[in-house]
């Protein structure tokens, strides 16, 4: 079992700055697959970043140069640095981790409003 906590939205002006972090409990590996998506009312659950266990990174094209995915050494915890945001970068924000056996897990949440 892995447990997701997520911390780190808030309310920011269109430009700002903002770190999410979400701290994993359980299945520690690292092997495992760490994600972030997001979402809004109406639209389906959006893959914003990737981290495999091999450190390598994917983004999508909107959050690309703007948004860093990253973990800590023993990858307890993966963050979402957001840079640059937008107006349309406000939803729901998830973490979503994969172990070596294709778990998947789910973080409750953390919600971003970005204001123009």
């Known amino acids: 079992q892995v447990r997701l906590v997520e911390s780190g939205g808030g309310l920011v002006q269109a430009g700002g700055s903002l770190r999410l972090s979400c701290a994993a409990s359980g299945f520690i590996s690292r092997r495992n697959v760490m994600c972030w998506y997001r979402q809004t009312p109406g639209k389906q659950r959006e893959l914003v970043a990737t981290?495999?266990?091999?450190?390598?990174?994917a983004y999508a094209d909107s959050v690309k140069e703007r948004f860093t995915i990253s973990t800590d050494n023993a990858r307890n915890t993966v963050y979402l640095q957001m840079n640059s945001l937008k107006p349309e970068d406000t939803a729901l924000y998830y973490c979503y981790v994969r172990t070596p056996g294709f778990s998947e897990y789910w973080g409750q949440g953390a919600q971003v409003t970005v204001s123009s």
């Open positions: 981290i495999t266990s091999g450190d390598n990174t």
